[in-house]
C-alpha cells in the first residue's frame, strides 16, 4: 500500500511540474491586409500601381509590437502603337506616393519591342501607402513629357 501511495504521489509531482512548464502565455495579434490597385492615365501613357502589404500588431503581455512587410508594382504602358515609339531614344519616368518614390532612366540604341514598362519593389518594416493616396507620375520621352495623377481603384 505504501508504495502504491508513493508511486500515485510522485505521479502527481511529475504531472504537476510538467503541466506547469508547459503553460505558455497567450499573444494576441492583429493582422491587416491591404490590397490597393491604383489607376490613372495622361494622353499618351496609362499607369497601374498595385499595391499588396501586411500590417502585423502584437500584444505580448502589455508589450505592443508593430511590423509590415509590402511589395508594389508599377505598370506604365504607352496607349499608342509600337511604330510610334520606334524613334524613341529616351524614357525617364517616376512616380511617387506620400512615403516613397520610383523612377527609371532609360536609353535606346534599338526601337522598344514593347509599349508597357514595369518596375517592382517591396520593404519590411517601411512605410505603408495609405488607401486614399494620390501616386503622382511624370513621363519623359525624347523632348515629350506628361504628368498624371493615379486613384486607388480598390473602393
Given amino acids: 500500500m505504501k508504495k502504491i501511495l508513493t508511486l500515485l504521489l510522485f505521479t502527481i509531482l511529475v504531472l504537476t511540474a510538467c503541466t506547469e512548464n508547459t503553460k505558455k502565455e497567450v499573444v494576441k495579434s492583429k493582422i491587416t491586409n491591404n ?4 489607376i490613372g492615365e495622361s494622353e499618351h501613357w496609362e499607369a497601374k500601381y498595385f499595391y499588396k502589404g501586411t500590417e ?3 500584444d505580448d503581455n502589455g508589450v505592443m509590437s508593430y511590423s ?23 524614357l525617364k519616368y517616376s512616380y511617387k ?10 536609353e535606346f540604341t534599338e526601337p522598344p519591342k514593347e509599349l508597357i514598362f514595369t518596375s517592382r519593389g517591396g520593404s519590411e ?13 511624370n ?10 495623377e493615379l486613384h486607388n481603384n480598390s473602393k
Fill in 35 to 38: 490590397n490597393y490597385k491604383f
Fill in 56 to 58: 502585423t500588431w502584437k
Fill in 68 to 90: 509590415n512587410k509590402d511589395n508594389y508594382e508599377f505598370v506604365l504602358k504607352y496607349k499608342g502603337s509600337l511604330k510610334e515609339l520606334s524613334a524613341m531614344k529616351k
Fill in 97 to 106: 506616393t506620400i512615403s516613397s518614390s520610383g523612377d527609371s532612366n532609360t
Fill in 125 to 137: 518594416g517601411g512605410a505603408k501607402v495609405g488607401e486614399n493616396e494620390v501616386i503622382k507620375v
Fill in 139 to 148: 513621363v519623359k520621352w525624347d523632348d515629350f513629357e506628361e504628368s498624371f
